[in-house]
């Protein structure tokens, strides 16, 4: 059974920015089109970024220039760069196939941007 591990969230101030990386094991990853979502307090989760498996990428309105998804095939792993950071960022976000059929969802990372 593959593995997600999410990491890199913190607290941060607005306008900073941040770095997630999302682990996953298993051989399938390289293959997949991968995500980023993101749930907050009292909110459903929606999706932030996706990128295939040869690097394309689409973006919510709500990040577009702001955050930047990329893969790294070698080593299983995915990022997501987050710039000029907004309270309304403040979530748990999560790594997951963009596809009906998903991992497991893993832990998630927390940030928070908060002065």
């Known amino acids: 059974q593959a593995q997600l591990v999410e990491s890199g969230g913190a607290l941060v101030q607005p306008g900073g920015s941040l770095r997630l990386s999302c682990a996953v094991s298993?051989?399938?990853?390289?293959?997949?089109?991968m995500a980023w979502y993101r749930q907050a307090p009292g909110k459903q989760r929606e999706l932030v970024a996706t990128?295939?498996?040869?690097?394309?990428?689409t973006y919510a309105d709500s990040v577009k220039g702001r955050f930047t998804i990329s893969r790294d095939n070698p080593k299983n792993t995915m990022y997501l760069q987050m710039n000029s950071l907004k309270p309304e960022d403040t979530a748990v976000y999560y790594c997951?196939?963009?596809?009906?059929?998903?991992?497991?969802w893993g832990q998630g990372t927390q940030v928070t941007v908060s002065s």
């Open positions: 298993g051989s399938l990853f390289r293959f997949s089109t």
């Open positions: 997951n196939s963009a596809g009906t059929i998903k991992y497991s």
């Open positions: 990128v295939t498996s040869s690097g394309s990428t």
